[in-house]
């Protein structure tokens, strides 16, 4: 597999302010790659480094090889979408598109004729008499996309461009970029700080934390197989426990995380052999629809979450009301060990 | 439950102001009215109504004899627009009005282009009051410091001589419908002096324009590939023009209707401004000056035209 972009310890300072913190990621050519985190975590800089709107402070970044310190953004093979969309006001549909064709110089006619092809692959052909200021939302969003992909980039970023639209409308979205993703079979770079949509979309996922990477991995393992105790709680809801509790459940002071889901409530019967037991006071419950969340206060005060499919075709009555005192139990290699910290932090 | 007033009393208040209030809030029309009503009575009635009146004398009849305003209607004032000496001073304005429209338009943008783009804070500040500053002071004697600044002997003339470029200027003043004398009594000079004076109206509204241009734009159009003079020509040039448009209306309109100017610098000939000036205080021909005073209003309705069909307005 060759790389279609490679950090090696790209730091990017602004000021004091370490924006990007010693990062080395390796993107494979034809994967869909998302870099997820919380707002102010670093992930659009990396992106923004990409396009080369922003240079790295120390490090290096090669694109499909080629080092690119230094190289301006209309120097190199990738294109953006951006997440206001950045669509041209002045210009209309069609000539929004065929922008990146005509400044390299393709004649008015088979740009035209690319950038109507490049429309209707995103569905939206026989707009580009329009001017953005005439679309929807969703429509503006396709429009740059297929802004970007009428050039033909190796390596398309997505800097959170479902994040203006409506809840229903991503849904389809996502789904629409991931089919075009394997159609073209090129690199997409997708930032966003939805871990849902990071986990449906992706190949691979970086998770950012204050300008570094705390795991790179597929969802599942991002999912069943948290490195670090950051992970296990932005990505999906776990209950990580520490200190003494889980020395009591586990015999050691290593942080571990319990996912809600594989949490049950104890029964009458004795705790099986590998399994492991806590009690707490139940004091609330939370109805969701497909599931039903019950936080169980425990003896140090910590909050347990757990959460029960309402997978029965008929509502059985519930059997637990809050202020009960429960017990709830769990098997013992469903736990996950936790780094607390990343090694180089905390200079 | 208490029904007596008083306990009531802190729930409803019902003085003046507050019914007041409460029928504004209910009525938002007549609020909107409120606040209308006296920018539309100065607007309406004593501004547009005395321009109105004072465009109908151009339709009154003044005699040549007696000097005197007849309310006779004819329509021989603007058709003295026509003749050949009045028809001169019409063109040597508007070509003035153009040139110094286009040079403020070439001055001002690396100016506000500057300022929008690579100054903040203290530095934008000091820019704006650089821009403004001028404008604190008169512009009567901003126009008499010129003429100083112009004539022979003066400022001008003398970096001119210290440059050894004294013979490029007497090329250049002897060039018909430019030179003249020396630079205070050539159209040159004037030109100068307008420029001078209404490039600040210029920048401002440029600067605006910029200022306002996405910063994401120019980075999409360097990301598609576009060199940066490429999206210079293809971005930010574009979206500027109501901002050039916007400017050049100023110094236009302004350049227009000025009677000092061509009074102080320059070689002598009348402009509009000074025509309409000379019209109705010198002369008394009220009738004649209203229908002077109906050409810059044509001309800049012409502009706004010409500059709407350019599509200046498409990118507001």
Sequence with gaps: ??????????????????????????????????????????????????????????????????????????????????????????????????????????????????????????????????????????????????????????????????????????????????????QLGITFIFVTHDQTEALSMSDRVAVFNKGAIEQVDTPRNLYMKPATAFVAEFVGTSNVLRGELAKRLTGSEQPFSIRPEHIRFADDQAAASGEVEISGLLHDIQYQGAATRYEIQLENGQSLSISQANDQWQEATPAHRPGQRVTARWARHAMIALREDLPHKGR | MDHSPNARAPLHNTGPLHRLSSLLYRKPNLYLALLLIPPLLWFGGVYFGSLLTLLWQGLYTFNDFSMTVTPTLTLANLAALFQPANYDIILRTLAMALAVSLASALLAFPIAYYMARHTQ???????????????????????????????????????????????????????????????????????????????????????????????????????????????????TLPLSIPGIAAGSIFTFSLTLGDFIVPQLVGPPGFFIGS????????????????AFTLVPIVLVACYLAIVKRLGAFDAL
């Design chain 1, 1 to 182: 597999m060759t790389l279609a972009v490679q950090f090696s310890g790209v730091s990017r300072l602004f000021g004091s302010i370490t924006a990007v913190d010693r990062v080395s990621i390796d993107i494979e050519d034809g994967e869909f790659f998302s870099m997820l985190g919380p707002s102010g975590s670093g992930k659009t800089t990396c992106l923004r480094l990409i396009a080369g709107f922003e240079q790295p402070s120390t490090g290096s970044i090669r694109i499909h090889g080629a080092e690119t310190i230094g190289l301006a953004p209309y120097q190199r093979d990738v294109n953006t979408v951006f997440q206001d969309y950045a669509l041209f006001p002045h210009m209309n549909v069609l000539d929004n598109v065929a922008y990146g064709l005509k400044v390299k110089g393709i004649g008015k006619r088979e740009r035209h004729s690319r950038a109507e092809e490049a429309l209707e692959m995103v569905a939206l052909g026989g707009y580009g008499e329009r001017k953005p200021a005439q679309l929807s939302g969703g429509q503006r969003q396709r429009v740059a996309l297929a802004r970007a992909l009428v050039n033909r980039p190796r390596v398309l970023l997505l800097d959170e461009p479902l994040g203006a639209l409506d809840l229903k409308l991503r849904e389809q979205m996502q789904g629409e970029l991931k089919k075009l993703q394997r």
């Design chain 2, 121 to 235: 804070g203290k530095t934008k500040a000091f820019f704006y009051i650089a821009v403004m500053m001028p404008m604190w002071a008169s512009y009567i004697v901003k126009a008499y410091a010129w003429t100083l600044l112009l004539a022979k002997g003066g400022v001008a003339q003398w970096f001119v001589d210290q440059f050894g470029l004294t013979a490029v200027l007497q090329l250049i003043l002897g060039i018909p419908g430019v030179g003249g004398s020396t630079l205070s009594t050539s159209h040159l000079g004037r030109f100068l002096v307008f420029v001078y004076i209404w490039l600040p109206f210029m920048i401002l509204p440029i600067q605006a324009a910029l200022e306002r241009l996405p910063p994401s734009l120019l980075q999409a159009s360097a990301d598609l590939g576009a060199r940066p003079w490429q999206t210079f020509v293809q971005v």
């Design chain 2, 275 to 290: 025509m309409v000036y000379v019209q109705q205080g010198a002369i008394g021909n009220m009738p004649m000056a209203a």
